[in-house]
């Protein structure tokens, strides 16, 4: 409902819509004065006729300045009032950039098919020491909106339960998603499938060039080193003092800034393709699957000790 306050307002005799709305604070300025609906109970609705009306619908319209116009409309007990959002009435969307781009910040979008490509535009472009790589797209709620997840929660509440536990809707309305691009094509290519629609609320964090690569997982020790351009993955795990007799050493992966990752592979068990080390690529090397030893049985040795004196014991009284 487009109005300052909603929720259920204690019926009065010689209630009008317009007193109504006056309850709820009035119209919003991007409410709909001309298409109010009114859902208005039946009584004696047939429990059998499964296709009968079960409401009256009333379509109003009334001045947003809420002056009269034509007849007062009298609140009956449980109407159902809704006041539509008006269609030319468009909110601004705010998106953001930060990090390394000549103009960071806010921005509004100019339309709801902005792109990746216009938002850079618009903050002047990358600077020098931006990482293309790195970029990386948050986009908050999963593209649910705060009070959608608020709506379905209580919907979902037991029936005599009237509160929503604030900290759980703050989780989830805090909630992100970061989408790893693409933004040296983006940029070169403005409008191509990498360039990204914009929704609103989204970051583009665009960060400095970290020139450290950092190897973790089963080497012998965890280090981070200096990036060499040129120089492969092998490399960097012998800086790392090489592989621990744990590691699996032909599943290394590698997870680049943006947050893609590329594993090692062996295309037709032929030849190893090994991944590419960039500037701030984390390398790791997974560990070996550790085989279950088969652990000694008393009780199935016993079993077997007593089967094979029994076996001897027949073989004897069969040759003596």
Request: aromatic residues 6%; proline residues 5%; without cysteine.
């Amino acid at each position: 409902m487009q109005s300052k306050k909603e929720g259920v307002f204690e019926y009065e005799d010689s209630l009008t819509l317009q007193g109504l709305i006056l309850k709820a604070g009035g119209f919003l300025e991007t409410a709909l004065g001309s298409s109010i609906e009114i859902g208005r109970r039946k009584i004696g609705v047939d429990p059998n006729n499964g296709e009968g009306k079960i409401a009256d619908i009333l379509v109003v319209k009334i001045d947003k300045s809420l002056e009269k116009i034509g007849e007062d409309i009298y609140m009956m007990p449980y109407d159902q009032v809704s006041v539509r959002l008006d269609p030319g009435i468009v909110p601004q969307k705010k998106v953001a950039i930060t990090g390394k781009v000549l103009l960071p910040g806010n921005y509004t979008m100019a339309s709801n098919a902005d792109l990746l490509s216009d938002l850079v535009k618009r903050a002047g472009g990358l600077l020098p020491i931006a990482d293309v790589n790195a970029a990386k797209l948050i986009r908050r709620n999963r593209g649910v909106l705060g009070e959608d997840i608020k709506r379905v929660a209580k919907a979902n509440l037991d029936k005599d339960s009237i509160e929503v536990d604030e900290e759980e809707f703050k989780k989830l309305s805090n909630d992100t998603l970061e989408i790893a691009l693409n933004l040296e094509k983006v940029i070169a290519s403005p409008g191509s499938k990498d360039d990204i629609s914009l929704e609103e609320g989204d970051e583009l964090v665009v960060p400095q060039i970290n020139y450290v690569v950092t190897v973790s997982g089963e080497v012998q020790k965890k280090i981070a080193v200096q990036y060499e351009s040129g120089l492969p993955l092998k490399y960097y795990i012998k800086q790392a003092g090489g592989f621990s007799v744990n590691a699996l050493k032909g599943r290394s992966f590698v997870v680049y800034p943006s947050g893609r990752s590329f594993v090692t592979r062996h295309p037709l068990g032929i030849f190893k393709i090994t991944p590419k080390v960039t500037p701030g690529t984390t390398i790791f090397v997974p560990k070996k699957e550790e085989k279950k030893s088969r652990a000694f049985d008393p009780a199935k040795a016993g079993i077997l000790v007593s089967a094979f004196s029994a076996m001897m014991t027949g073989l004897v009284l069969l040759f003596r």
